[in-house]
């Protein structure tokens, strides 16, 4: 064997060693993720807390969803709007000179999901019929609701989401308990 070939040789397997550190610390493209990956401390804001007995906050009289039986992301986030549409609705209906039409649409999203429970953004629009003063007609309108759910295996809590696009430190609102 030749300097030449010996030199390459080593130099491959050099080359070759250090990609495998490299993707070691990157990562490689293998999913050995687990569902702990995924959870966060919640360093950048308060988990809301409950004090026992769960009690329930006031809320607009309406028919709420009732509290998820599991506490999995697609439950959770199905109760946030499920319970944010009743809410909104009840909210308007509360109102005397407006007249509940219906929703415009409504979105759901797990923001985060921490060692104990999620934080989900809900918004949902709210279509509305008002009567005028002159008793000519009817305006037509429509509201946003967009607030924050924290909900865990203990209870669910609300509170009005504000533009930060994170959840808030405090204003949260115990709405269910388990």
């Known amino acids: 064997m030749d300097r030449r070939t010996v030199l390459g040789s080593v130099s491959t397997a050099i080359l070759t060693t250090l990609a495998g550190c ?10 050995t993720s687990s569902e702990e990956d995924y959870t966060t ?12 007995p769960c009690s329930v906050s006031s809320t607009p009289e309406a028919d ?18 499920d319970f944010e549409k009743r809410f909104a609705e009840a ?8 007249k509940f039409g219906g929703f415009d649409g409504s979105t759901g999203n797990v923001h985060e999901k921490t060692k104990s429970g999620y ?5 949902v629009s709210v279509d509305y019929s008002m009567a005028r003063g002159d008793e000519t007609g009817t305006d037509l309108g429509s509201e946003t609701f967009n607030s924050w ?6 209870f669910a ?14 204003g949260w609102k115990t709405v269910a308990c388990a």
């Open 119 to 123: 934080f989900i953004e809900v918004t």
């Open 149 to 154: 759910y924290y909900i865990n295996s203990k």
């Open 41 to 52: 401390d919640t360093d950048a804001h308060d988990t809301p807390d409950l004090t026992e």
């Open 22 to 31: 490299s993707r070691s610390l990157i990562g490689d493209d293998t999913d």
């Open 64 to 81: 709420y969803p009732v509290f998820p039986s599991e506490i999995t992301e697609e439950n959770v986030e199905t109760f946030a709007v």
């Open 157 to 170: 809590s609300r509170s009005d989401r504000d533009t930060s696009g994170s959840p808030p430190n405090s």
């Open 91 to 98: 909210t308007i209906k509360n109102q005397p000179n407006k």
